[in-house]
Antibody, heavy 117, light 108 residues
Framework: EVQLVESGGGLVKPGGSLRLSCAAS????????MTWVRQAPGKGLEWIGT??????????YYAAPVKDRFTISRDDSKDTLYLQMNSLKTDDTALYYC????????WGQGTLVTVSS | SYVLSQPPSVSVAPGKTASIPCGGN??????VHWHQQKPGQAPVLVIY???DRPSGIPERFSGSNSGNTATLTISRVEAGDEADYYC???????????FGSGTKVTVL
């Protein structure tokens, strides 16, 4: 059974940091480009960034609102995707999903990040 | 940056056909993917690369893409199709993924 399980969310103060993880199972994680998507309360889906597979160079791409604050990485030996979030702002409050979409379209259930003083 | 435009809502009677447009400059030259999201749930991919359906997605779901508009079509709409639908593309010029703003489908 394919699973993507996000973890690491929580309450953090503005300016703080948080690292999210996405543990994959049931498919060959190393073959896939992986993407983080977030959804603020009551809002639509927002692309945060994508990391290519290692064989494709593990190149990373970021949306403008998070560029230079967020870093995506992967550890194929652990089948895990990471999102390091620094200098967090209240606008970063959202449910954060990892996904393989569009390839196969696997999505996790999300982890909630709340940025508030 | 590349922008995808979707109507906020579409209403359709059970058994009828719902068409959900996604507008973008020359979107016909891009590959469009569609995600369904029901309240409180994670998104589900329903169409990828314009017209392909993942396994488990009913044949009632189909996609098309030409010119400046891609369309998700849901035939013989059922109450369970009520959800938000998002189009999604990769923009080569910016190396960014882009999501549309989403369309809420209401089954009357």
């Amino acid at each position: 059974e394919v699973q993507l399980v996000e973890s690491g969310g929580g309450l953090v103060k503005p300016g703080g940091s948080l690292r999210l993880s996405c543990a994959a199972s049931g498919f060959t994680f190393s073959d896939f480009w992986m993407t983080w998507v977030r959804q603020a309360p009551g809002k639509g889906l927002e692309w945060i960034g994508t990391i290519k597979s290692e064989i494709a160079g593990a190149t990373t791409y970021y949306a403008a609102p998070v560029k230079d604050r967020f870093t995506i990485s992967r550890d194929d030996s652990k089948d895990t995707l990471y999102l390091q979030m620094n200098s967090l702002k209240t606008d970063d409050t959202a449910l954060y999903y990892c996904t393989t979409a569009p390839r196969e379209g696997y999505w996790g259930q999300g982890t909630l990040v709340t940025v508030s003083s | 940056s590349y922008v995808l435009s979707q109507p906020p809502s579409v209403s359709v009677a059970p058994g009828k056909t719902a068409s959900i447009p996604c507008g973008g400059n020359n979107i016909g030259r891009k590959s469009v993917h569609w995600h369904q999201q029901k309240p409180g749930q994670a998104p589900v991919l329903v169409i990828y690369y314009d017209t392909d359906r993942p396994s488990g997605i009913p044949e009632r779901f189909s996609g098309s893409n030409s010119g400046n508009t891609a369309t998700l079509t849901i035939s013989r709409v059922e109450a369970g199709d009520e959800a938000d639908y998002y189009c999604h593309v990769w923009d080569d010029s910016s190396d960014h993924y882009v999501f549309g703003s989403g369309t809420k489908v209401t089954v009357l």
